[in-house]
Nanobody, 120 residues
């Protein structure tokens, strides 16, 4: 069974920084793109950033220049460094992975979510 465990959220003041982490565990799977999404109260889940297996990245316009996504293929992990945080970044952040467990269909897998709150 494949599992994504994300962590690193918390309460931070505007202008502060946080680093989110997500580790994928399980047996016998192939992993492709990884990413971070977020969902604020009353809003739909939205893409924050994604990174391909080869390290090509893309970001939501609202976070460009402030957030950096990275991955460690050896550890099967993805990270999100968030700088210059704003109150509008407040949301639950979810790790996402496009992967195919052995003997199963390729699809999207999600972490349980980690709360990020930006407030003074």
């Amino acid at each position: 069974q494949v599992q994504l465990v994300d962590s690193g959220g918390g309460l931070v003041q505007p202008g502060g920084s946080l680093r989110l982490s997500c580790v994928v565990s399980g047996r016998s799977f192939n992993i492709y793109d990884m990413g971070w999404y977020r969902q604020a109260p009353g809003k739909q889940r939205e893409l924050v950033a994604r990174i391909t297996l080869n390290g090509v990245t893309n970001y939501a316009d609202s976070v460009k220049g402030r957030f950096t996504i990275s991955r460690d293929n050896a550890k099967i992990a993805v990270y999100l460094q968030m700088n210059s945080l704003r109150p509008e970044d407040t949301a639950v952040y979810y790790c996402n992975a496009d992967l195919r467990p052995q003997g199963r269909v390729r699809g999207d897998y999600w972490g349980q979510g980690t709360q990020v709150t930006v407030s003074s």
